[in-house]
Every structure is written in C-alpha cells, then in structure tokens.
Nanobody, 126 residues
C-alpha cells in the first residue's frame, strides 16, 4: 500500500508560479512511476505530467501538450517526494491537482495508476 500526500496548492495570479509536492510512502519509491493529474469542475481528470524509472539512475519525464514548457516534474528519492513546478500559470490551469503512483510502469491514463492522493486545489486568477 502506497500513501500519497500532496501540498503546495493555492491561489495565484496569471503568470505566477506554484510548486506542488507529493510525499509518498514505500520502500521502493525510486522505482515508482509518479504522475500528476488535474480535474477542473465539470471536466474529466486529465494527465498533466509523469516521471518514471527507466534503468539505473535514469528517469523519463512526460508532459501533456497543454503544460509542456511551463511545468516541470522532478523527484527526490531520498525524500520519497515528487514535485510539480508550475510556471506561467494560466486561468485554465485552475483545477484540483492529484498525485498518483504506480509501483510499475504507467501510461497517461488514470486507470494505469493504483494509488492516489487526496488532491490540492490550484486557482489561477486572471
């Protein structure tokens, strides 16, 4: 069982920045695929970014087109934590952001992740 706790959401003006954090339990965090998803009111939960283990100390990062170049996903295995740095925020980025984990590989779909955090609200004002 993996527990995930997000933090770092809040209210920010358009063009501003926020950094989300997600602390995970588990002894093999370094091998987890970690993802960020978001869900705006009345919309389905959508993929934002993912960071997964490839081999050795190599990891990949994957981004939705809507956030590419503005958001950066990173991880600190010593702290069992994954981050989402969000820059140049837009009102359309407003949503509840969820951290997700899979102990194996995962793709961009919600069903490929087994564990979810409780979500953190991000609101971008225009």
């Amino acid at each position: 069982q993996v527990q995930l706790v997000e933090s770092g959401g809040g209210l920010v003006q358009a063009g501003g920045s926020l950094r989300l954090s997600c602390a995970a339990s588990g002894r093999t965090f370094s091998r987890y695929t970690m993802g960020w998803f978001r869900q705006a009111p009345g919309k389905e939960r959508e993929f934002v970014a993912a960071n997964g283990w490839l081999a050795g100390s190599q990891y990949y990062a994957d981004y939705a087109d809507s956030v590419k170049g503005r958001f950066t996903i990173s991880r600190d295995n010593a702290k069992n934590t994954v981050y989402l740095q969000m820059n140049s925020l837009k009102p359309e980025d407003t949503a509840i952001y969820y951290c997700a984990a899979n102990t194996l590989a995962a793709d961009r779909t919600t069903v490929s992740y087994d564990y979810w955090g409780q979500g953190t609200q991000v609101t971008v004002s225009s």
